[in-house]
């Protein structure tokens, strides 16, 4: 398999409105053609961290989706980042239920996505979202297996647990993680790596939402020895490519194999 080159875009966010941001990201992401396989966006990459559901969401037919799976086409790349979405409800009642999705879309047009599956109560996230029912790992490019995971899931380490069996090489976190809290942002990413021995990519947003929240970024790619690869100016808006190897993993956890020594354990959702 082969080294994977990754984008990460650590960009300021327009508050709830979708078309200045999509158009902000198309500008951003086009010099991009042919010069990495995987893009990864922050979370609610179309509106910032808002419970304004009902105005916002969209459902998966709706025009982020298309929007995705244009560019990744025209860019020959992977591109993810997680959006409101909306599913009906199947019962014939009234309503439904909104998800803050990772959405994953490849060039070939195919597509994917992963619910969140745990909500910051703090923010109330959880009286305007529906909780997602399962972790999932993705066969990305260039033959790598990756786990995506939004913002809070990150100070959960048991969901995000590298199993003996079913490995992944690849964690990643997309974040409106507020400044106020960044140092367990960079700590908690550092850690995943070491207890998962993988790659570990951060991406957080920057600037001010329309709360008054401050963001600082600190977006991180950190590598399973816990190196750090690459980072960011606290606040920087700025967009990066980091190559990550593959034979290093590959001969890191050859030699050094507490995955093969952990404790098996069921997961309950």
Same mark, same amino acid.
């Given at each position: 398999? *082969?080294?994977?080159?990754?984008?990460?875009?650590?960009?300021?966010?327009?508050?709830?409105?979708?078309?200045?941001?999509?158009?902000?990201?198309?500008?951003? %992401?086009?010099? %991009?053609? +042919?010069?990495?396989?995987?893009?990864?966006?922050?979370?609610?990459?179309?509106?910032?961290?808002?419970? *304004?559901?009902?105005?916002?969401?969209?459902?998966?037919?709706?025009?982020?989706?298309?929007?995705?799976?244009?560019?990744?086409?025209?860019?020959?790349?992977?591109?993810?980042?997680?959006?409101? #979405?909306?599913?009906?409800?199947?019962?014939?009642? =009234?309503? +439904?239920?909104? $998800?803050?999705?990772?959405?994953?879309?490849?060039?070939?047009? =195919?597509?994917?996505?992963?619910?969140?599956?745990?909500?910051?109560?703090?923010?109330?996230?959880?009286?305007?979202?529906?909780?997602?029912?399962?972790?999932?790992?993705?066969?990305? /490019?260039?033959?790598?297996?990756?786990?995506?995971?939004?913002? $809070?899931?990150?100070?959960?380490?048991?969901?995000?647990?590298?199993?003996?069996?079913?490995?992944?090489? %690849?964690? #990643?976190?997309?974040?409106?993680?507020?400044?106020?809290?960044?140092?367990?942002?960079?700590?908690?990413?550092?850690?995943?790596?070491?207890?998962?021995?993988?790659?570990?990519?951060?991406?957080?947003?920057?600037?001010?939402?329309?709360?008054? #929240?401050?963001?600082? +970024?600190?977006? %991180?790619?950190?590598?399973?020895? +816990?190196?750090?690869?690459?980072?960011?100016?606290?606040?920087?808006?700025?967009?990066?490519?980091?190559? @990550?190897?593959?034979?290093?993993?590959?001969?890191?956890?050859?030699?050094?194999? /507490?995955?093969?020594?952990?404790?098996?354990?069921?997961?309950? @959702?």
């Amino acid at each position: 398999m *082969n080294d994977l080159r990754v984008t990460i875009c650590q960009q300021p966010l327009v508050w709830e409105d979708k078309a200045a941001n999509l158009k902000f990201w198309e500008e951003k %992401l086009r010099p %991009l053609k +042919g010069q990495t396989d995987l893009i990864v966006l922050p979370e609610m990459f179309t509106t910032g961290f808002t419970m *304004n559901v009902r105005q916002l969401a969209e459902p998966m037919d709706g025009p982020t989706v298309a929007w995705l799976r244009n560019l990744s086409t025209e860019l020959g790349a992977t591109i993810t980042g997680s959006a409101i #979405i909306r599913e009906e409800c199947t019962t014939g009642g =009234s309503g +439904g239920k909104f $998800y803050n999705r990772m959405l994953w879309a490849n060039p070939d047009r =195919s597509f994917t996505w992963y619910d969140k599956r745990h909500r910051f109560s703090f923010a109330e996230e959880d009286k305007f979202f529906t909780a997602g029912k399962q972790r999932i790992l993705i066969d990305g /490019p260039n033959g790598w297996r990756v786990m995506p995971q939004v913002c $809070y899931d990150l100070r959960f380490p048991v969901f995000s647990r590298n199993m003996k069996t079913d490995r992944y090489d %690849l964690l #990643i976190y997309v974040a409106n993680w507020p400044a106020a809290r960044s140092s367990a942002w960079r700590s908690l990413l550092v850690a995943r790596a070491h207890e998962n021995q993988c790659y570990v990519v951060g991406v957080n947003r920057v600037g001010t939402d329309g709360k008054g #929240i401050e963001y600082d +970024g600190s977006s %991180l790619v950190v590598s399973p020895k +816990g190196e750090i690869l690459c980072s960011f100016k606290e606040g920087e808006a700025a967009i990066e490519t980091v190559s @990550l190897s593959r034979a290093e993993l590959d001969d890191f956890r050859a030699k050094f194999r /507490p995955l093969d020594d952990a404790d098996e354990f069921e997961l309950k @959702l």
